[in-house]
Protein backbone atom coordinates (compact mmCIF):
# COMPACT_ATOMS: atom_id res chain seq x y z
CA UNK A 1 0.00 0.00 0.00
CA UNK A 2 0.97 3.31 -0.56
CA UNK A 3 1.82 5.55 2.25
CA UNK A 4 -0.05 8.77 2.94
CA UNK A 5 1.11 12.02 1.82
CA UNK A 6 2.09 13.85 5.03
CA UNK A 7 -0.35 16.83 5.62
CA UNK A 8 1.36 18.39 8.73
CA UNK A 9 -1.18 15.79 11.59
CA UNK A 10 1.22 12.58 11.59
CA UNK A 11 4.79 11.96 11.61
CA UNK A 12 5.70 9.37 9.53
CA UNK A 13 8.53 7.24 11.31
CA UNK A 14 11.12 4.43 9.99
CA UNK A 15 12.06 1.71 12.95
CA UNK A 16 15.60 1.28 12.08
CA UNK A 17 16.86 -2.22 14.02
CA UNK A 18 13.97 -4.89 15.66
CA UNK A 19 14.74 -4.84 18.97
CA UNK A 20 12.62 -6.12 21.80
CA UNK A 21 11.73 -2.11 22.63
CA UNK A 22 10.97 -1.18 19.62
CA UNK A 23 7.52 -3.48 19.64
CA UNK A 24 6.62 -1.54 22.92
CA UNK A 25 7.89 1.88 20.81
CA UNK A 26 5.07 0.33 17.68
CA UNK A 27 1.99 0.23 20.03
CA UNK A 28 3.23 3.98 21.33
CA UNK A 29 3.30 5.07 17.75
CA UNK A 30 -0.11 3.53 17.12
CA UNK A 31 -1.94 5.23 20.47
CA UNK A 32 -0.02 8.77 19.99
CA UNK A 33 -2.22 9.90 17.50
CA UNK A 34 -0.01 11.86 15.59
CA UNK A 35 2.09 9.01 14.19
CA UNK A 36 1.94 5.86 11.79
CA UNK A 37 5.00 3.25 11.31
CA UNK A 38 5.72 3.79 7.82
CA UNK A 39 8.79 1.67 7.43
CA UNK A 40 11.08 -1.46 9.57
CA UNK A 41 14.48 -2.18 8.42
CA UNK A 42 16.55 -4.76 9.89
CA UNK A 43 19.98 -6.03 8.59
CA UNK A 44 17.87 -8.90 7.43
CA UNK A 45 14.92 -8.31 5.64
CA UNK A 46 13.27 -10.88 6.59
CA UNK A 47 13.33 -9.97 10.43
CA UNK A 48 12.11 -6.80 9.28
CA UNK A 49 9.15 -8.56 7.86
CA UNK A 50 8.84 -10.72 10.99
CA UNK A 51 8.52 -7.69 13.25
CA UNK A 52 5.86 -6.26 11.22
CA UNK A 53 3.73 -9.18 10.83
CA UNK A 54 3.72 -9.97 14.49
CA UNK A 55 3.46 -6.28 15.61
CA UNK A 56 0.65 -5.57 13.44
CA UNK A 57 -0.99 -8.30 14.61
CA UNK A 58 -1.54 -7.46 17.99
CA UNK A 59 -1.47 -4.00 16.84
CA UNK A 60 -2.39 -3.34 13.52
CA UNK A 61 -0.79 0.13 12.44
CA UNK A 62 -3.58 2.84 11.38
CA UNK A 63 -3.32 5.81 10.15
CA UNK A 64 -6.25 8.62 10.37
CA UNK A 65 -6.66 10.91 6.79
CA UNK A 66 -7.80 14.36 7.03
CA UNK A 67 -11.39 13.04 6.90
CA UNK A 68 -11.31 11.26 9.70
CA UNK A 69 -11.24 7.62 8.19
CA UNK A 70 -9.04 4.87 9.50
CA UNK A 71 -6.86 3.32 7.03
CA UNK A 72 -4.78 0.01 7.34
CA UNK A 73 -1.06 1.08 6.49
CA UNK A 74 1.08 -2.21 6.65
CA UNK A 75 4.90 -0.44 6.84
CA UNK A 76 7.50 -1.65 4.36
CA UNK A 77 10.24 -4.30 5.18
CA UNK A 78 13.64 -3.05 4.14
CA UNK A 79 17.23 -4.84 4.86
CA UNK A 80 19.11 -2.07 4.56
CA UNK A 81 19.36 1.03 6.81
CA UNK A 82 20.35 3.88 4.24
CA UNK A 83 17.58 2.76 2.46
CA UNK A 84 14.97 3.62 5.10
CA UNK A 85 17.10 7.05 5.68
CA UNK A 86 16.58 8.09 2.08
CA UNK A 87 13.08 7.61 1.75
CA UNK A 88 10.82 10.41 1.08
CA UNK A 89 7.38 9.40 3.19
CA UNK A 90 9.65 9.10 6.41
CA UNK A 91 9.90 11.92 8.54
CA UNK A 92 11.84 10.58 11.71
CA UNK A 93 13.82 7.75 12.56
CA UNK A 94 13.34 5.46 15.53
CA UNK A 95 16.62 3.77 16.15
CA UNK A 96 16.89 1.11 18.13
CA UNK A 97 20.55 -0.24 17.15
CA UNK A 98 22.98 -1.25 19.59
CA UNK A 99 25.28 1.33 21.15
CA UNK A 100 28.52 0.86 19.53
CA UNK A 101 26.98 0.75 16.00
CA UNK A 102 24.32 3.53 16.58
CA UNK A 103 26.07 6.82 15.83
CA UNK A 104 26.82 6.30 11.82
CA UNK A 105 23.05 5.80 11.78
CA UNK A 106 22.21 8.57 14.12
CA UNK A 107 24.57 11.07 12.07
CA UNK A 108 23.05 9.52 8.46
CA UNK A 109 19.70 10.44 9.68
CA UNK A 110 20.25 13.96 10.84
CA UNK A 111 22.29 14.64 7.18
CA UNK A 112 18.83 13.13 5.29
CA UNK A 113 16.85 15.63 7.01
CA UNK A 114 15.58 13.35 9.35
CA UNK A 115 14.19 13.08 13.43
CA UNK A 116 15.87 10.71 15.54
CA UNK A 117 14.46 9.34 18.54
CA UNK A 118 17.63 7.25 19.75
CA UNK A 119 18.05 4.46 22.15
CA UNK A 120 19.89 4.97 25.48
CA UNK A 121 22.88 4.98 26.11
CA UNK A 122 23.01 7.21 22.94
CA UNK A 123 26.66 7.05 22.45
CA UNK A 124 30.11 5.24 23.42
CA UNK A 125 31.50 8.08 24.96
CA UNK A 126 30.59 12.06 24.95
CA UNK A 127 32.19 12.96 22.17
CA UNK A 128 30.37 11.37 20.11
CA UNK A 129 27.11 11.84 21.82
CA UNK A 130 27.97 15.75 20.95
CA UNK A 131 28.88 14.73 17.06
CA UNK A 132 25.81 13.34 17.00
CA UNK A 133 23.64 15.82 18.16
CA UNK A 134 25.30 18.45 16.42
CA UNK A 135 24.83 16.62 13.59
CA UNK A 136 20.89 17.11 14.37
CA UNK A 137 21.03 20.47 15.48
CA UNK A 138 23.30 21.78 12.02
CA UNK A 139 20.19 20.03 9.81
CA UNK A 140 17.76 21.34 12.30
CA UNK A 141 16.05 18.51 13.09
CA UNK A 142 14.95 17.04 16.78
CA UNK A 143 16.72 14.72 18.51
CA UNK A 144 15.86 13.00 21.74
CA UNK A 145 16.75 9.77 23.65
CA UNK A 146 13.95 6.96 24.57
CA UNK A 147 13.55 7.64 28.91
CA UNK A 148 9.90 6.84 28.81
CA UNK A 149 9.43 8.23 32.48
CA UNK A 150 11.01 11.39 31.43
CA UNK A 151 7.28 12.02 29.31
CA UNK A 152 4.97 10.76 32.79
CA UNK A 153 2.56 12.92 34.31
CA UNK A 154 4.05 11.66 37.72
CA UNK A 155 7.66 13.71 37.65
CA UNK A 156 5.41 17.26 37.66
CA UNK A 157 3.58 16.25 39.99
CA UNK A 158 6.53 14.80 41.60
CA UNK A 159 7.75 17.98 41.99
CA UNK A 160 5.40 19.83 43.12
CA UNK A 161 5.73 17.45 46.89
CA UNK A 162 9.14 18.26 46.78
CA UNK A 163 8.51 21.62 46.62
CA UNK A 164 6.09 21.34 49.84
CA UNK A 165 8.71 23.58 52.13
CA UNK A 166 6.99 22.41 55.13
CA UNK A 167 6.31 18.89 54.73
CA UNK A 168 9.46 18.23 52.52
CA UNK A 169 12.22 21.01 53.14
CA UNK A 170 15.12 21.04 51.44
CA UNK A 171 16.41 18.19 49.20
CA UNK A 172 19.78 16.84 50.57
CA UNK A 173 20.05 13.17 48.91
CA UNK A 174 18.82 11.04 46.01
CA UNK A 175 19.15 7.50 46.27
CA UNK A 176 18.12 4.67 43.31
CA UNK A 177 18.39 1.14 42.64
CA UNK A 178 17.73 -0.71 39.36
CA UNK A 179 18.36 -4.04 38.41
CA UNK A 180 17.46 -7.59 36.99
CA UNK A 181 18.79 -11.15 37.59
CA UNK A 182 19.77 -12.46 33.89
CA UNK A 183 19.91 -16.07 33.48
CA UNK A 184 22.98 -18.10 32.64
CA UNK A 185 22.43 -17.83 29.16
CA UNK A 186 23.16 -13.63 29.38
CA UNK A 187 27.00 -13.45 29.24
CA UNK A 188 27.31 -15.37 26.38
CA UNK A 189 24.16 -14.63 24.57
CA UNK A 190 23.30 -10.70 25.24
CA UNK A 191 24.48 -7.83 23.61
CA UNK A 192 24.48 -5.99 26.84
CA UNK A 193 27.72 -8.48 27.93
CA UNK A 194 29.29 -7.60 24.64
CA UNK A 195 31.82 -4.62 24.86
CA UNK A 196 31.35 -4.19 21.13
CA UNK A 197 27.63 -3.82 20.91
CA UNK A 198 26.85 -2.57 24.43
CA UNK A 199 30.38 -1.37 26.56
CA UNK A 200 28.75 0.02 29.24
CA UNK A 201 26.71 -2.88 30.10
CA UNK A 202 24.34 -2.27 33.15
CA UNK A 203 26.02 0.91 33.29
CA UNK A 204 23.96 1.88 29.97
CA UNK A 205 20.98 -0.56 30.08
CA UNK A 206 19.92 0.05 33.54
CA UNK A 207 22.06 3.20 35.06
CA UNK A 208 21.18 5.98 32.43
CA UNK A 209 17.86 5.84 34.34
CA UNK A 210 19.37 6.15 37.86
CA UNK A 211 21.78 9.17 36.23
CA UNK A 212 18.29 10.79 34.69
CA UNK A 213 16.58 10.22 37.67
CA UNK A 214 19.52 12.52 39.73
CA UNK A 215 19.66 15.35 37.20
CA UNK A 216 15.81 15.38 37.37
CA UNK A 217 15.47 15.69 40.74
CA UNK A 218 18.34 18.65 40.88
CA UNK A 219 16.56 20.59 38.43
CA UNK A 220 18.72 18.98 35.29
CA UNK A 221 22.42 20.69 37.05
CA UNK A 222 24.66 18.99 36.17
CA UNK A 223 27.16 17.28 39.54
CA UNK A 224 30.48 18.65 40.50
CA UNK A 225 32.27 15.43 40.57
CA UNK A 226 31.31 11.84 40.56
CA UNK A 227 32.95 8.38 41.65
CA UNK A 228 32.23 4.90 40.77
CA UNK A 229 33.17 1.35 40.99
CA UNK A 230 31.86 -1.54 38.82
CA UNK A 231 31.34 -4.41 41.22
CA UNK A 232 31.53 -7.49 38.83
CA UNK A 233 32.34 -7.23 34.58
CA UNK A 234 31.60 -9.47 31.61
CA UNK A 235 33.79 -9.90 28.83
CA UNK A 236 37.00 -10.40 30.27
CA UNK A 237 36.65 -7.48 32.76
CA UNK A 238 35.34 -4.48 30.60
CA UNK A 239 31.50 -4.62 30.36
CA UNK A 240 29.91 -3.96 34.10
CA UNK A 241 27.32 -6.42 35.32
CA UNK A 242 27.05 -4.48 38.69
CA UNK A 243 27.98 -0.90 39.25
CA UNK A 244 27.57 1.64 42.34
CA UNK A 245 28.31 5.37 41.91
CA UNK A 246 28.08 8.48 43.86
CA UNK A 247 27.34 12.20 42.76
CA UNK A 248 27.92 15.38 44.25
CA UNK A 249 26.12 18.30 43.45
CA UNK A 250 26.55 21.93 44.80
CA UNK A 251 23.88 23.30 47.27
CA UNK A 252 24.89 20.13 49.61
CA UNK A 253 22.98 17.55 47.57
CA UNK A 254 24.34 14.14 46.51
CA UNK A 255 22.88 11.29 44.91
CA UNK A 256 24.41 7.54 45.01
CA UNK A 257 22.89 4.66 42.80
CA UNK A 258 23.30 0.85 42.25
CA UNK A 259 22.57 -1.07 39.15
CA UNK A 260 22.83 -4.73 38.01
CA UNK A 261 22.09 -7.58 35.82
CA UNK A 262 22.59 -10.19 39.16
CA UNK A 263 20.02 -8.73 41.57
CA UNK A 264 16.32 -9.33 41.72
CA UNK A 265 13.82 -7.17 39.47
CA UNK A 266 13.66 -4.11 41.33
CA UNK A 267 13.61 -0.09 40.51
CA UNK A 268 13.02 2.12 43.82
CA UNK A 269 14.23 5.47 44.38
CA UNK A 270 14.15 7.40 47.60
CA UNK A 271 14.44 11.30 47.07
CA UNK A 272 15.27 12.90 50.80
CA UNK A 273 14.46 15.92 52.61
CA UNK A 274 15.43 17.60 55.92
CA UNK A 275 11.97 17.25 56.82
CA UNK A 276 10.86 13.96 54.74
CA UNK A 277 11.15 11.82 52.24
CA UNK A 278 9.31 10.34 48.91
CA UNK A 279 9.48 6.77 47.63
CA UNK A 280 8.84 5.26 44.75
CA UNK A 281 9.60 1.49 43.84
CA UNK A 282 8.44 1.41 39.87
CA UNK A 283 10.53 4.28 38.82
CA UNK A 284 11.36 3.18 35.60
CA UNK A 285 8.80 0.83 34.52
CA UNK A 286 5.62 1.16 36.40
CA UNK A 287 3.58 -1.70 38.11
CA UNK A 288 0.31 -2.28 35.86
CA UNK A 289 -2.33 0.05 37.09
CA UNK A 290 -4.21 2.82 35.68
CA UNK A 291 -2.30 5.32 38.28
CA UNK A 292 1.16 6.32 38.72
CA UNK A 293 2.18 5.91 42.68
CA UNK A 294 4.29 7.71 44.69
CA UNK A 295 4.37 8.19 48.90
CA UNK A 296 5.55 11.11 51.08
CA UNK A 297 6.69 10.03 54.32
CA UNK A 298 7.13 12.47 57.21
CA UNK A 299 8.13 9.93 60.25
CA UNK A 300 8.42 11.69 63.88
CA UNK A 301 10.21 10.01 66.84
CA UNK A 302 8.91 11.14 70.26
CA UNK A 303 10.47 10.89 73.71
CA UNK A 304 9.35 11.55 76.37
CA UNK A 305 11.69 9.78 79.31
CA UNK A 306 10.91 6.17 79.19
CA UNK A 307 8.85 6.50 76.11
CA UNK A 308 10.06 6.37 72.39
CA UNK A 309 7.22 6.64 70.28
CA UNK A 310 8.39 6.42 66.26
CA UNK A 311 5.34 7.54 64.83
CA UNK A 312 4.51 6.39 60.92
CA UNK A 313 3.05 9.33 58.67
CA UNK A 314 2.92 8.12 55.20
CA UNK A 315 0.71 9.98 52.49
CA UNK A 316 0.18 7.95 48.70
CA UNK A 317 -0.04 10.29 45.69
CA UNK A 318 -1.23 9.13 42.42
CA UNK A 319 -1.79 10.84 38.86
CA UNK A 320 -4.31 8.91 36.54
CA UNK A 321 -2.20 7.31 33.93
CA UNK A 322 -1.90 3.77 32.64
CA UNK A 323 1.34 1.66 32.89
CA UNK A 324 1.79 1.15 29.10
CA UNK A 325 -0.06 1.08 25.99
CA UNK A 326 -2.85 3.18 26.30
CA UNK A 327 -3.01 6.74 25.15
CA UNK A 328 -1.42 8.55 28.33
CA UNK A 329 1.36 5.73 29.41
CA UNK A 330 4.46 7.56 29.37
CA UNK A 331 5.70 5.78 26.75
CA UNK A 332 2.95 7.29 23.77
CA UNK A 333 3.80 10.59 25.94
CA UNK A 334 7.47 10.24 24.71
CA UNK A 335 6.52 9.83 21.00
CA UNK A 336 3.56 12.03 20.87
CA UNK A 337 5.16 14.87 22.63
CA UNK A 338 8.31 14.19 20.22
CA UNK A 339 6.22 14.14 17.17
CA UNK A 340 3.89 17.29 18.50
CA UNK A 341 7.69 19.32 18.59
CA UNK A 342 8.40 18.09 14.76
CA UNK A 343 4.70 19.19 13.35
CA UNK A 344 5.34 22.59 15.19
CA UNK A 345 8.54 22.84 13.87
CA UNK A 346 10.04 23.57 16.91
CA UNK A 347 12.39 20.26 18.40
CA UNK A 348 12.82 20.44 21.92
CA UNK A 349 16.15 21.77 23.22
CA UNK A 350 15.92 20.16 26.64
CA UNK A 351 15.53 16.35 24.68
CA UNK A 352 19.18 16.88 23.25
CA UNK A 353 20.79 18.60 26.41
CA UNK A 354 19.43 16.20 29.02
CA UNK A 355 20.95 13.36 26.83
CA UNK A 356 23.99 14.81 26.55
CA UNK A 357 24.16 15.56 30.04
CA UNK A 358 23.13 11.53 30.98
CA UNK A 359 26.19 10.79 28.52
CA UNK A 360 28.38 13.48 30.13
CA UNK A 361 28.22 11.91 33.53
CA UNK A 362 28.32 7.88 32.22
CA UNK A 363 31.01 9.13 31.18
CA UNK A 364 32.92 10.58 34.16
CA UNK A 365 31.96 7.04 36.01
CA UNK A 366 33.24 5.17 33.64
CA UNK A 367 36.57 6.88 34.24
CA UNK A 368 36.30 7.01 37.99
CA UNK A 369 36.26 3.42 37.50
CA UNK A 370 39.16 2.80 35.40
CA UNK A 371 40.79 4.52 38.44
CA UNK A 372 39.13 2.42 41.29
CA UNK A 373 36.68 4.90 42.20
CA UNK A 374 38.78 8.28 42.21
CA UNK A 375 36.45 11.02 41.92
CA UNK A 376 36.29 12.73 39.02
CA UNK A 377 35.38 16.32 38.46
CA UNK A 378 33.09 17.82 35.89
CA UNK A 379 34.19 21.07 34.32
Not at 247 to 275: H, I, K, P, Y
Amino acid sequence: MTQPKNCNKIVRWGFIGAAQIARKNWKAVRMSGNGVVAAVASRDVSRAEAFIHDCSMEVPPVVVGGDGEATLARPVAIGDYQALIDRDDIDAVYIALPTGVRKQWVIAAAKAGKHVLCEKPIAVHADDAMEMVDACQAAGVGFMDGVMFDHSARLPAMKHSLGDSQRFGKLRRIQSHFSFCADDSFEAGNIRADADLEPHGCLGDLGWYCIRLSLWAADDRMPVSVSGRAISKYDGGSVPSEFQAELQFDNDLTAGFFCSFRCVNQQTATLTGERGYLTMDDFVLPYVDAEAKWQCHMHDLQIDNCRWNFGRHTAQHAVWEHASGEADSQEVHMVRDFAESILSGAPSARASEIAIKTQRVLDALRRSDVEHGKWVTLA
